[in-house]
């Protein structure tokens, strides 16, 4: 008899072990979400072309600001650029999604400078040292070196705070990267510009307030204009978010060969617009600087690689485009010729470099 009531208990206790939990109207209710329509992307070419407008843009622009139009207090200007990017990063950091790393901290990879970099880095204890990658880097400062050295209107002012900054900034980039080199602690340039944009901007107001307000007046400022000064801090301030983009849509590679395009359209510019000539000596310079970059960049296997592949899209675009790819070589040809020429720009375009020159400054006092 006992056999029997235990036997019963327990199939009670199995039926209502298996028995099905009420479903919940959560549950029964289907969960059915609307599909989002694809987000148009944009190709990544132009992503390039707007980070090379942009970076070449304020190296034009601050030279037309300095030199042209006479505002000689670049630190001030300097001071004005952190100061506008402090407001413009705080404004997105309210308004956007674009600053939600500052969250994370988190940080993209940084390209190396050369020499002075590399012998920070290794007195720092953050990376080791490496004759081999010394050579490469001193290859292309050698290059660098011939291009100044046959420069024609060399100046050694300007060398040396070019000298000073490249130090400085060598410093600067290994103390971020010994701060910020481990895993969770990353950021992209944009997030880094919204810490370093206000304490920028006070070290350089306290430095212009000692060494160059007390030399200027508001009268320099209304002779540049101020509509020309909120200008030139919105092309800075476009110049970084245009990075943060680039990097997400490209690769170092792209931004390494972007880099080299943009400073050959630097060099062609400044012929036409100041007619600054370029002698045999700096496009040896530039050539060597320029190979040099690519082997430290790439190596020599995968440099090969990408001749290799754009050997046989060359090819493969001369068969399906014959007609342009003609032109591209006629292009390139008048190109060459014309920074061949590079020499002569004083003689052949003194008249159209001061049109130039008054047509801008007219156009924009007004």
């Given amino acids: 008899m006992a056999d029997v009531e235990k036997k019963a208990r327990l199939s009670g206790e199995q039926t209502r072990v298996h028995e099905p939990a009420p479903a919940s109207s959560a549950s029964i209710l289907p969960t059915t979400e609307k599909p989002q329509p694809p987000k148009p992307s944009l190709h990544p070419s132009f992503y390039v072309i707007t980070w090379i407008g942009f970076s070449g843009g304020v190296i034009l622009f601050n030279k037309w600001l ?11 200007l300097t001071a004005w650029h952190m100061l506008f990017a402090t407001f413009m990063t705080q404004l997105l950091a309210k308004t956007t999604t674009l600053l939600d790393g500052r969250k994370t ?19 720092m204890g953050v990376s080791p040292p490496s004759l081999k990658t010394l050579g490469n880097v001193s290859f292309i400062v050698i ?3 011939i291009a100044s050295y046959g420069a024609i209107e060399f100046n050694l002012t300007g060398f040396m705070y070019q000298a000073g900054g490249i130090t400085f900034e060598a410093t600067r980039l290994v103390l971020v990267q010994r701060l910020l080199s481990s895993a969770e602690f990353k950021m992209d340039p944009l997030v880094s510009l919204y810490y370093f944009a206000p304490v920028c901007a006070v070290m350089n107001g306290v430095t212009a307030l000692l060494i160059e ?8 400022v209304y002779d540049v204009g101020i509509f020309m000064l909120v200008a030139n801090a919105m092309v800075a301030f476009l110049l970084n978010v245009s990075v943060v983009f680039l990097i997400g849509k490209t690769s170092s590679l792209v931004l390494t060969l972007c ?11 400044s012929m036409m617009i100041w007619g600054t000539p370029v002698t045999k000596t700096q496009f040896f310079g530039y050539s060597i600087a320029l190979g040099g970059l690519l082997y430290y960049r790439l190596g020599a296997e995968q440099l090969k690689q990408y001749v290799g592949q754009a050997g046989r899209s060359w090819s493969e675009f001369g068969v399906q485009k014959p007609a342009m790819r003609k032109a591209l070589i006629f292009a390139l040809v008048l190109l060459t ?24 400054s007219t156009g924009l006092g007004s």
């Fill in 337 to 360: 010729i014309f920074l061949l020429l590079g020499g002569l720009a004083p003689t052949y375009a003194s008249a159209q470099t001061k049109n130039l020159k008054d047509m801008f």
């Fill in 259 to 269: 880099g080299i395009l943009k400073d050959i359209l630097l060099v062609a510019a």
């Fill in 66 to 76: 300095l030199d042209t139009l006479g505002f000689k207090f670049p630190i001030t």
């Fill in 105 to 123: 901290v988190k940080m993209t990879g940084k390209a190396c400078m050369p020499v002075a970099v590399l012998l920070t880095t290794w007195a």
């Fill in 143 to 145: 290059g660098v070196v």
């Fill in 213 to 220: 307000i007390p030399k200027m007046s508001m009268q320099n």
